[in-house]
């Protein structure tokens, strides 16, 4: 099977949240993290609404949370960057971003769609579900 389909690619996607109070369980979409194997493309970008961040928990540390998020973003452009991940192919950064964690920093599920443009994707969704 090819992941073509009438000239555009199959891509798989998460939303990465923020949950300032994990025993609340109260959160707010800041970002999204897209990869396409058939173009080798993983990207990550972020969006943080402080004011809804802070309205969610005053005492919330925006520092860490945009330290936390560039993070991410850093792991999906590779180069020296990204750290350990570096040298990984783009498929097993995607992977890596996306494993559950209990963090404030936590990414959604994974869905998947067709797209002729991963970079353009990428856009379109921080549009979509964070800004």
Not at 2 to 29: D, H, K, M, W
Not at 59 to 80: H, I, K, S, T
Not at 111 to 130: K, P, Q, S, Y
Request: hydrophobic share 40%.
């Amino acid at each position: 099977m090819s992941g073509r389909t009438g000239g555009r690619e199959v891509f798989e996607y998460a939303l990465l949240r923020v949950v300032p109070r994990v025993e609340r369980g109260e959160q707010i979409n800041a970002g999204v993290v897209v990869y396409c194997r058939a173009q080798s493309f993983v990207a990550a970008r972020t969006h943080l609404d402080e004011a809804r961040l802070l309205a969610l928990d005053p005492e919330a540390d925006v520092a860490g949370v945009r330290a936390a998020l560039a993070a991410v973003e850093n792991v999906c452009c590779g180069g020296e960057r990204a750290g350990q991940a570096a040298g990984d192919d783009p498929g097993r950064r995607f992977r890596w971003l996306v494993a559950p964690r209990s963090t404030v920093v936590q990414p959604g599920p994974v869905h998947t769609g067709l797209t002729r443009d991963a970079e353009a994707e990428t856009e379109r969704l921080l549009d979509l579900l964070v800004r």
